[in-house]
C-alpha cells in the first residue's frame, strides 16, 4: 500500500517571501501521480498542482512550483512571492496509474500561516 | 454547474441514529468518491463509483455503512446505529473519465455524534 507523509504540521512564510512544503511517499509502482491539494478554512479542496511520475521535468503553476525526486520520493512544494489567501492547509497526494482511477491517497497535512 | 454539491453542510445527532448524506457530482463527471477526514489528518478514501457501479470499497466502511448511487448521478452515504467514533468531515468528490486525474470535492458534511 502506498503511504504520504507531511513531517512539517506547521509552517509560517511572510508576505511576499518563499516557503517549501516537504512531502515524502512510499511505493512500489514506477507510474504514479502526484499532487498538492490546498484547503482553505471552511472551503472545499481545491488543486494546486500535479506532478506525473514519468515526467522528468518538475511542474509549475504561476507561484507554485514542486521539486519532484523520484529516486528518494520526495515531493516538495514552493510557493513564491506568498500572498495572505495561500493561508490553508495543504496536503500532498498520490494517485496510481494502475489501480482504482483517482483514488487519493493524503498526506496528514501541513497548515500555512502568512503573516504581513 | 457550481461544482460538487454536499448536504447537509452540518449534521449533530445521538449515538445510535442512521444518518443519510448527499452528494451532487458535477454533472458530466461519472467517477464519484467519498472520503472521510477526521481532526488532524487528511481524507482518507471510503468508496468509489464509476456510473452507478460501487466498484471499491475501503476496509474502513463498516457494515454500518452503504453508498449508493442511483442512475449514476447523486449519491448518498448513510450511516446506521451512529457511534461518536464517526464523528468526522464526509468529503465527495468526482472526475471524468477522459484521462483528467483532477478531483473536484464539495465543501463535506460535518458529523458530529453526541
Known amino acids: 500500500a502506498q503511504t504520504v507523509t507531511q513531517s512539517q504540521p506547521e509552517m509560517s512564510v511572510q508576505e511576499a517571501e518563499t516557503v517549501t512544503l516537504s512531502c515524502t511517499y512510499d511505493?512500489?509502482?514506477?507510474?504514479?501521480?502526484l499532487f498538492w491539494y490546498k484547503q482553505p478554512p471552511s472551503r472545499q479542496m481545491i488543486l494546486v498542482i500535479r506532478q506525473e511520475a514519468y515526467k522528468q521535468q518538475n511542474a509549475t503553476e504561476n507561484r507554485f512550483s514542486v521539486n519532484f525526486q523520484k529516486a528518494a520520493k520526495s515531493f516538495s512544494l514552493k510557493i513564491s512571492d506568498s500572498q495572505l489567501g495561500d493561508a490553508a492547509m495543504y496536503f500532498c497526494a498520490y494517485s496510481s496509474r494502475t489501480g482504482t482511477a483517482s483514488k487519493l491517497t493524503f498526506g496528514t497535512g501541513t497548515r500555512l500561516q502568512v503573516t504581513l | 454547474d457550481t461544482g460538487v454539491s454536499q448536504n447537509p453542510r452540518h449534521k449533530i445527532t445521538k449515538r445510535g441514529q442512521n444518518v443519510t448524506f448527499r452528494c451532487d457530482p458535477i454533472s458530466e463527471h461519472n467517477r464519484l468518491y467519498w472520503y472521510r477526514q477526521t481532526l488532524g489528518q487528511g481524507p482518507e478514501f471510503l468508496t468509489y463509483?464509476?456510473?452507478?457501479?460501487?466498484?471499491?470499497k475501503s476496509r474502513l466502511l463498516s457494515d454500518r455503512f452503504s453508498a449508493e448511487r442511483p442512475k449514476g448521478s447523486f449519491s448518498t452515504l448513510e450511516i446506521q446505529r451512529t457511534e461518536q467514533g464517526d464523528s468526522a468531515m464526509y468529503l465527495c468528490?468526482?472526475?471524468?473519465?477522459?484521462?483528467?486525474?483532477?478531483?473536484?470535492f464539495g465543501q463535506g458534511t460535518r458529523l458530529t455524534v453526541v
Open positions: 468528490a468526482s472526475t471524468s473519465d477522459r484521462g483528467d486525474t483532477e478531483a473536484f
Open positions: 463509483f464509476q456510473n452507478e457501479a460501487q466498484l471499491e
Open positions: 511505493t512500489s509502482e514506477s507510474d504514479y501521480y
